[in-house]
């Protein structure tokens, strides 16, 4: 059975640290492309960071360059997202998805692009 289960999230002042992880069953995370993705209330699903299986590059959106680091855990089949000086923009529900096919970076940003989703982990940033 394949899964993904985003967990992690939780309740943090403005300029606190939080990381999320996103455990995988049923493949292995190091053969697909995995990315993390966030939706507030009333806005679309956003790319943050992504992880390519073709050559391990990083990408990550402009709003979280700097601040947040995707990487992965091979033996324990997992990727995290470290979020480092979080900001209250940063409030969303935060979704892992995983693709197998090798992606350009443009499709990186496409939500069907993945082929399994997480449930969706809720992070708050309060100031």
């Known amino acids: 059975e394949v899964q993904l289960q985003a967990s992690g999230g939780g309740l943090v002042q403005a300029g606190g640290s939080l990381r999320l992880s996103c455990a995988a069953s049923g493949f292995t995370v190091k053969d697909y492309t995995i990315g993390w993705f966030r939706q507030a209330p009333g806005k679309e699903r956003e790319g943050v960071s992504f992880?390519?299986?073709?050559?391990?590059?990083?990408v990550n959106a402009r709003s979280v360059k700097g601040r947040f680091t995707i990487s992965r855990d091979n033996a324990k089949n997992t990727v995290y997202l470290q979020m480092n000086s979080l900001l209250p923009e940063d409030t969303a529900v935060y979704f892992c998805a995983a693709a197998k096919r090798r992606l350009i970076i443009s499709s990186l940003w496409d939500v069907d692009s993945y082929d399994y989703w997480g449930q969706g982990t809720q992070v708050t940033v309060s100031s």
């Open positions: 992880l390519r299986n073709s050559d391990s590059n990083t």
